[in-house]
């Protein structure tokens, strides 16, 4: 088939059931020609919003292999989940700060946006979506009949609504920085751009950025994006005391600590959902009790396992294991408005002591990849690989001096004991650091008093869940002035580079942008990052159809115990 002929089935094809970007028909050029991999082609189309079931279909005939997208699976239903996982403060989702608290509310509130264990985004609360050549106009369509669990009509005055708030800095929501594109700065101070949310009529929200951004549909599934409510505010910004809801449950009990249960509603707008229950039970900071919970058949799952958990749960005859490579990691951040790290000599040496595939290895089996000091994965589609850092303790010592410690220096960084892992990386960094005379003294705390500290405490060590783009996390983390910036990096340069970067179309330009990102916040060295790591969680034999997702989001749609 010539390549004239494959763009215009392509075009024809996806304009049946989709609108898509003019942009579309190149990218599918691309995938023929072997210029972008099937991955990438699938992720940009649908952020692009072409379905994901066309975008599969079409991508498996231009390559010529069949490709299966993410479907609702059929077999065996129903039952009661019993996880073992913790129950924290449920109030409101767009200030989440951990996932389990997303993890209870995601039962009962939805997104607009869904990306899957596939790192495919997909129509949720939104029917589709469109994007305008400039990248610049985001038209969401959301669907019709979808009704709250008290009985009002889901429509665009609940999705205004919580953008408007999202955007408003006295909310305090990490989405501010997420949604970077539609906030203007003044005195200071960022709020959302006048006119950058527009409601069109009751089941159409269209958005008007200030700049080209890629990531949007990505975006809305971020954990603190839940729709909520209309009424959210007047009602008192508490969702396990007011739970209404447009998802599948309703939330029948809650205690913070102790345990969270939801039964299954009815009229739910996608249909029935396998799981009659879902409890969640708090074991508390004793890992073992929840492996003692699964042995012993009083839960069917733990929501996360650690590395050094792994042969405990291989020898369990009841027990399965679940794994997805991520783009989680931990990050040992320099504040760099404070001594001494407002000196990135200080911070370039912290750096160049680091072997960080060692540090992989004591702290983590080697179960990831090794990262390179910038926060942009493998894994991440527009990943740049740049040159693996080494360690080279001489150049420390030389960096340390320069910066007027010839004689070392003295730190403190802290660290997190929830994260059994993230204490063992500093530990293994630590060591490092006195190779070139950094003398540094491990606080470990635990993990509700490192969360009260950890955007203000000058040297930490902070772990990052998964993102699906490499410039989503960069824009929460690193953007300047945003909330969930913790080191208070500010660099023009950087936010300019950014920019460039999330408004680019074509993949491969994409990717050439990204490694002047990856090489400023490299260079000005605002972070030791030795790792990626895998993800695992453990179930029971009576388990059936759950998937690991790498940010651990729980999808049970389709989950059964028996």
Request: a negative charge; proline letters at 5%.
């Amino acid at each position: 088939m010539s390549s004239k002929k494959t763009r215009f089935h392509f075009v024809r094809r996806a304009r049946a059931h989709d609108h898509p970007h003019p942009y579309v028909p190149e990218l599918a050029e691309e995938l023929r020609k072997g210029n972008v991999t099937r991955r990438e082609f699938l992720r940009t189309a649908t952020l692009l919003g072409v379905s994901a079931t066309t975008a599969y279909a079409l991508a498996g005939r231009i390559i010529g292999q069949p490709l299966i997208p993410q479907a609702r699976a059929a077999g065996m239903r129903g039952g009661t989940l019993k996880c073992s996982m913790r129950v924290q403060e449920m109030t409101d989702p767009s200030t989440f700060d951990w996932i389990p608290k997303s993890n209870v509310s995601r039962q009962i509130v939805e997104y607009l946006t869904i990306t899957g264990p596939d790192n495919i985004t997909r129509p949720y609360l939104a029917e589709r979506w469109e994007a305008s050549e400039d990248l610049k106009t985001w038209t969401f369509h959301l669907r019709k009949g979808i009704k709250w669990s008290n009985g009002d009509e889901f429509g665009a005055d609940d999705v205004v609504f919580n953008l408007e708030r999202w955007l408003d800095p006295s909310t305090g929501s990490s989405n501010i920085g997420l949604f970077s594109s539609m906030v203007t700065e003044s005195d200071g101070k960022k709020s959302m751009t006048p006119g950058a949310v527009e409601k069109i009529d009751a089941h159409t929200v269209r958005l008007n950025l200030n700049r080209a951004e890629l990531a949007i549909p990505e975006n809305f599934y971020n954990y603190p994006t839940a729709i909520v409510h209309r009424s959210f505010a007047e009602t008192g910004a508490n969702l396990s005391k007011n739970p209404i809801g447009t998802g599948p449950y309703e939330l029948v009990s809650f205690g913070v600590g102790e345990k969270a249960v939801l039964r299954k509603r009815q009229g739910y707008w996608r249909g029935d959902v396998s799981l009659d229950e879902i409890q969640y039970i708090d074991h508390g900071d004793e890992r073992a009790a929840a492996v003692g919970a699964l042995a012993s058949g009083q839960v069917d799952l733990i929501y996360e396992i650690y590395v050094d958990q792994l042969d405990v749960i291989a020898a369990l005859p009841n027990a399965q294991l679940f794994e997805a490579v991520t783009a989680q990691t931990g990050v040992a951040r320099m504040r760099v408005t404070e001594k001494p790290f407002d000196n990135k000599l200080v911070r370039q040496a912290l750096q160049a002591a680091v072997d960080h595939q060692r540090v992989l290895e004591l702290a983590y089996r080697g179960k990831g990849a090794v990262a390179e000091d910038h926060h942009v994965a493998p894994i991440h589609p527009e990943y740049f690989a740049l040159p693996r850092m080494k360690q080279d303790i001489d150049k420390a010592k030389a960096l340390l001096a320069e910066a007027g410690h010839p004689n070392g220096i003295q730190l403190s960084i802290d660290t997190n004991n929830d994260a059994r892992w993230e204490v063992d990386a500093v530990q293994a960094m630590v060591e490092m650091w006195k190779a070139a005379g950094i003398d540094v003294k491990i606080n470990v705390m635990p993990g509700s008093q490192y969360w009260e500290v950890w955007d203000k405490t000058p040297f930490g060590m902070t772990g990052w869940t998964h993102r699906p783009l490499g410039t989503m996390v960069l824009n929460l983390g690193y953007r300047s002035g945003v909330p969930w910036n913790e080191s208070n990096y500010s660099n023009p340069e950087f936010d300019a580079a950014l920019d460039d970067a999330g408004a680019t179309l074509e993949v491969a330009e994409r990717k050439k942008k990204m490694e002047k990102v990856e090489k400023i916040l490299q260079d000005d060295a605002v972070i030791v990052q030795p790792l990626w790591r895998s993800v695992f969680a453990a179930g029971s034999n009576r388990l059936h159809n759950f998937k690991m997702h790498p940010t651990i989001y729980h999808q049970l749609d389709d989950v059964a115990v028996g």
